[in-house]
């Protein structure tokens, strides 16, 4: 009877442990960090089609994105992955397929494949100059003729954007820190 007790007692710790670690886990997937995969090329070549992420989702309790940052936001039911080229206030312009931002060329030559890409390359209701709202953020695709982005849905509020970019974990020989 005593050995049926010490197994019962072992079992429930068990499940004890086993609750806690589905808890602890709950948590830091829900407050610390997230795992995405990336199902488009808006961001090729910084992260490809296929390519698994985590998300740090603790800068953005305490700060606000700022411009160069990779974020994660939500769109619609989805989420998505760009990178901040304006913040609140910013003067977004286009032409000849360059970002400026409040009158000063941006330089994205280490992130984008080439310069004088960054023209819409569908029709858009979005008008340049374009001027970023209060609390919102103007993000773009680092594959710019392949991204929809807020060349064609406009800023995208600060609410909207939950996490920010930080390291790819697959495939493994491209693992590391995400800029």
């Given at each position: 009877m005593?050995?049926?007790?010490?197994?019962?007692k072992?079992?429930?710790?068990f499940i004890?442990?086993?609750?806690?670690?589905?808890?602890?886990?709950?948590?830091?997937t829900?407050?610390?960090?997230?795992?995405n995969?990336i199902?488009?090329?808006?961001?090729?070549?910084?992260?490809?089609?296929?390519?698994?992420?985590?998300v740090?989702l603790?800068?953005?309790?305490?700060?606000?994105?700022?411009?160069?940052?990779?974020?994660?936001?939500?769109?619609?039911?989805?989420?998505?992955v760009?990178?901040v080229?304006?913040?609140?206030?910013?003067?977004?312009?286009?032409?000849?397929?360059n970002?400026y931002?409040?009158?000063?060329?941006?330089?994205?030559?280490s992130y984008?494949a080439?310069?004088?890409?960054?023209?819409?390359?569908?029709?858009?209701?979005?008008?340049f100059?374009y001027?970023v709202g209060?609390?919102?953020?103007?993000?773009?695709?680092?594959?710019?003729?392949?991204s929809?982005?807020?060349?064609?849905?406009g800023?995208?509020?600060?609410d909207?954007?939950?996490?920010k970019?930080?390291?790819?974990?697959?495939?493994f020989?491209?693992?590391?820190?995400?800029?």
């Amino acid at each position: 009877m005593e050995n049926t007790m010490n197994q019962v007692k072992k079992g429930i710790e068990f499940i004890k442990e086993l609750v806690l670690a589905v808890l602890l886990a709950l948590l830091f997937t829900s407050f610390i960090m997230s795992h995405n995969k990336i199902p488009t090329v808006s961001m090729v070549d910084t992260i490809n089609v296929g390519d698994h992420i985590l998300v740090n989702l603790l800068p953005y309790y305490y700060r606000d994105p700022v411009q160069g940052e990779i974020v994660v936001f939500k769109q619609g039911k989805e989420s998505w992955v760009k990178r901040v080229i304006g913040e609140p206030g910013d003067l977004i312009d286009i032409r000849e397929g360059n970002v400026y931002v409040n009158g000063e060329k941006l330089d994205e030559s280490s992130y984008l494949a080439g310069e004088g890409i960054s023209e819409p390359t569908h029709a858009t209701s979005i008008i340049f100059p374009y001027q970023v709202g209060e609390d919102e953020y103007f993000l773009m695709g680092d594959n710019r003729p392949e991204s929809g982005d807020s060349r064609y849905i406009g800023a995208v509020k600060r609410d909207k954007i939950y996490g920010k970019g930080w390291i790819k974990i697959y495939p493994f020989n491209q693992m590391g820190s995400l800029n």
